[in-house]
């Protein structure tokens, strides 16, 4: 088994990798960003504690720590915590590449 490997730069790309596939499959009556929230609540990286606590360790949550800090949402475990800050984060990662996208067209 390889070992799990996250780090800000692969937490772009696949954000990237995220919306690029959504925007190619997306038809006009869904909302874009209803499609990444669903996205990212069913990710690996957000479902399996591990792959959340790495992704809380090795890449920059701030704004996902932001966004969840606007929920109000409290927590009784570490690993609730750390999957909750690992969907924000890869979420606000989609949201920002998506504006980057809209804004450059």
Do not use: P
Request: proline share 0%; with cysteine.
């Amino acid at each position: 088994m390889s070992e799990f490997v996250i780090n800000d730069h692969l937490l772009h790309q696949e954000a990237r990798a995220i919306v690029d596939e959504i925007l190619s499959q997306a038809d006009e009556g869904r909302d874009i960003y209803d499609m990444i929230w669903q996205a990212v609540e069913g990710h690996e990286w957000v479902i399996y504690t591990y792959k959340a606590l790495k992704l809380c360790a090795e890449c920059n949550t701030g704004e996902g720590e932001a966004l969840l800090e606007d929920t109000g949402q409290t927590f009784t475990s570490l690993s609730d915590h750390a999957t909750v800050v690992a969907y924000w984060t890869l979420y606000a990662a989609c949201r920002n590449y998506l504006n980057e996208l809209q804004e450059a067209a």
